[in-house]
């Protein structure tokens, strides 16, 4: 991929803030299992009543931050992606689309949709309409799942910002009055939804000259680690890894084959009506 640093005023820095290392995260399996979870955005936290937001958290770097200049650069492609991603989005929606942030944490955070771990892995919080990511989840995708490379991490990015598109255009709500889990639960449609909006990012990220022109720009083979990303996190494999068997009611998202089915549709169509996003527009 190729990108360049830019103001991270996509970034909300909370890591100063967060991080309490005494919550015992116990066994790596945990985090398997929290993967399971990943990115279910609408429906795994405890939805609370109020619609409190998140404490005053300031656009930028904020607080006594202990990092690395390797941690320091992931904060920057954090920021392009997103940056990138909304700025398609912004394109292709127009008034529709809202810019939103990406709250970075470490270890634990309370959202507007209640208290969250890192093992629960990247998400999106409807209530307050951001995305939360501890940048620990990028080692697990690169070292435990085997899907590494810049655009498997963009991937994720661009994936919980598809959940931010559905949430603009009202095509949220038959998840959430819908079951929870279950191959063919509408929440398994909404996380392949959210793939699939993803491949359309990664499609207009595709073109050439974009890096020229101050955006992101994937290269040759970009691509298939995306696609390799969605196939290690499927909820098939993670099941398997996890428990040993495969348990389609306990589905969330779809399997490895459908996830890269999905992702692939809109990273070849370049067109949200590919992912049945267009029709239930709020507009
Ligand atoms: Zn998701």
Redesign the pocket.
């Known amino acids: 991929m190729q990108w360049s640093s830019g103001d991270r005023s996509n970034i909300e820095d909370e890591r100063g803030r967060s991080g309490s290392r005494a919550v015992p995260l116990g066994i790596g399996g945990v985090i398997v299992l929290a993967l399971l979870s990943?990115?279910?955005?609408t429906n795994f936290l405890p939805s609370s009543g109020t619609q409190q937001s998140a404490p005053a958290g300031s656009v930028g770097t904020q607080g006594q931050v202990q990092s690395t200049p390797q941690e320091e650069r992931m904060v920057d492609f954090v920021d392009a992606v997103a940056n990138d991603v909304q700025g398609m989005w912004g394109q292709t929606l127009g008034d529709r689309y809202e810019r939103t942030h990406i709250v970075l944490f470490r270890d634990s955070i309370e959202s507007a949709c209640g208290s969250a771990e890192s093992a629960t892995g990247p998400?999106?919080c409807p209530s307050d309409r951001k995305v939360y990511l501890d940048l620990g989840f990028f080692d697990e995708l690169t070292r435990r799942f085997g899907a590494p490379g810049e655009f498997a991490k963009a991937y994720v990015i661009a994936?919980?910002l598809?959940?931010h598109v559905q949430r603009l255009l009202g095509l949220d709500a038959g998840a959430r009055r819908g079951a929870a889990t279950g191959a063919d639960s509408a929440s398994v449609a909404?996380?392949l939804q959210?793939?699939c909006l993803a491949g359309v990012w990664g499609h207009a990220a595709s073109q050439s000259g974009r890096f020229k022109a101050g955006h992101v720009e994937l290269e040759a083979g970009d691509a298939a680690q995306a696609l390799r990303a969605a196939a290690a996190i499927g909820d098939d494999r993670l099941q398997k890894m996890t428990t040993g068997h495969v348990m389609p009611d306990r589905f969330t998202?779809g399997t490895s084959a459908q996830r890269v089915d999905s992702f692939r549709r809109g990273m070849d169509s370049g067109d949200l009506r590919a992912c049945g996003a267009a029709a239930r527009s709020t507009q």
């Open positions: 990943w990115a279910t955005g998400f999106y994936h919980e598809g959940h909404l996380e959210a793939d998202h």
